[in-house]
């Protein structure tokens, strides 16, 4: 008589856990340095910039569109960056499907939440760096944490998006 293998089975569409989603974010932190270093070396070369503050508002969008393109190309085509392949997570819509590229860049747009609001108070109330800092740290645990009160637990711009993250399936060679 053979011993079968346990089937461990696991709802595909449950959330991953917070800490696995937050080391993805600073996993995918280290690729954008990288992307973020060749796409302001092509700018500044093709545009000739001697200065820093030369084109400083064409650069930083430029960095944007790079960002934008970035995301949106790997959410839609197989709904996974290098470090979400690494921590076997995926980008799929409510339903479980692929996301197309309006979704895709609705969620990349809704991310930034995750930034730009602690950082706009920072010139609005002059605040020095160091209560900026608390500020943004304190914003992105209150935004991590509000993921426990979603029913899905996803993130709110995951909820808006319309996206899901979901484990991703592995597959045994």
Not at 31 to 55: E, P
Not at 143 to 167: C, E, K, N, Y
């Amino acid at each position: 008589m053979s011993a079968q293998p346990a089937v461990v089975t696991v709802d595909p569409m449950r959330a991953p856990t917070l800490r696995r989603r937050l080391a993805t974010m600073l996993y995918e932190g280290v690729i954008l340095f990288g992307v973020v270093f060749i796409a302001g070396y092509l700018f500044s070369t093709l545009t000739q910039q001697r200065n820093g503050l030369t084109h400083h508002n064409w650069l930083m969008s430029w960095i944007g569109i790079v960002l934008a393109a970035y995301f949106v190309y790997f959410w839609t085509h197989g709904g996974q960056t290098l470090p979400m392949k690494t921590w076997r997570l995926k980008i799929v819509d409510a339903h479980g499907r692929p996301i197309k590229a309006g979704r895709a860049l609705a969620r990349f747009v809704l991310a930034w939440l995750w930034f730009l609001p602690p950082l706009a108070l920072h010139p609005l109330l002059s605040l020095a760096v160091p209560q900026t800092l608390a500020v943004f740290v304190a914003w992105v645990a209150l935004w991590a944490a509000a993921a426990r009160l979603d029913p899905a637990r996803q993130f709110l711009h995951d909820r808006l998006a319309g996206t899901r993250v979901i484990p991703a399936q592995t597959v045994v060679k």
